[in-house]
């Protein structure tokens, strides 16, 4: 309630795209609801809402979403990022859309980009996890994320275990208040974030940033084991939409890219050194481009993806 209180009028239409079992919310026609579902259809009066599996191809997702023509979307972010760059490539708006709203995986600053450029519309963000549920919600004044602390306790710990500072990176790591069928104590939920500070008056501790999952761990040549941060990997590089980056060999990466347009050589060259630093390693690297950078079953995205380590 407090999300959509937040950010949204709930007297408008909602479309959702999420997981769905067998042929539940199949396209073309999904699934139309009067409410929006939920503990808030039961506390308070709500437009429509309708729902579509998130095992429907992109252009069919693009043709239900022109038909159903939303107030509001929520999506994952990986998704949304996939129909973004759609419309982008063949001019469709939606009329009636006001704003995206992402869950259930990390949200990259190309997502936001690409929805404000190719659909004329802002991002929401939900922090939240599949075991513990909603962790933290982006902040009617800013991209900050608040805890929700009555719900759950959240630390943000450095490699010492100790509590991270603002503008400190840290382990996620939480404790659910409510979960009194299976209660978990500081369960680490596997991802990295900044701590940030009060800025709007509201006295929920803020998290800045969510800066990636511990999957994204790289062991060098040499042995040493880092977390690689990625989140602003292709900062001024507009005409990228979309990348992902594969450990094809000990030392060697390819960097996927969907993008407006190839890099030129001087580009290319730049982010290859820009590679090279996050990295802290000179791989070779080798850019191949795309159309579509394929989602897994689950709709989500890896943004790293190591081929040399065991499965």
Known sequence: MRDHLWHRDPN????????QSGNEAAYPDGKIFDKWGGMEARSFATGESALLNIGTRIEDQVDWLQRYDPDYILIYPANIQAIAIHCERHQIRFPSLKQVHTMADLLRPEVRTVCREALGVPVVDIYS??????????????????????????????GAGMPCKPGEVGQVV????????????????????????????????????????????????????????????????????????????????????????????????????ILHECFRHPFTIFFTYHDEIPRSASGKFEDYKDETEPV
């Open 174 to 273: 939480t404790t659910p208040l409510h979960n009194f069928a299976m209660p978990l104590i500081r369960y680490a939920v596997g991802d990295f974030a900044e701590v940030g500070s009060f800025s709007c008056g509201r006295t929920l501790p803020v998290l800045s940033q969510i800066m990636g999952r511990a999957r994204s761990m790289v062991r060098l040549p040499n042995g040493d084991l880092f977390y690689v941060n990625f989140l602003h990997l292709v900062k001024g590089f507009e005409v990228i939409r979309q990348f992902q980056i594969v450990r094809t060999a000990s030392e060697a990466l390819e960097m996927k890219l969907v993008a407006k347009r190839n890099l030129n050589a001087e580009e290319e060259a730049g982010l290859t050194q």
């Open 129 to 158: 996890s599949a075991v513990i549920g909603y962790i933290a919600l982006q902040c009617p004044e800013s991209e900050n994320l608040h805890i929700q602390s009555e719900y759950v306790f959240v630390e943000v710990l450095n």
């Open 12 to 19: 408008l239409r909602l479309a959702a795209i999420r997981p």
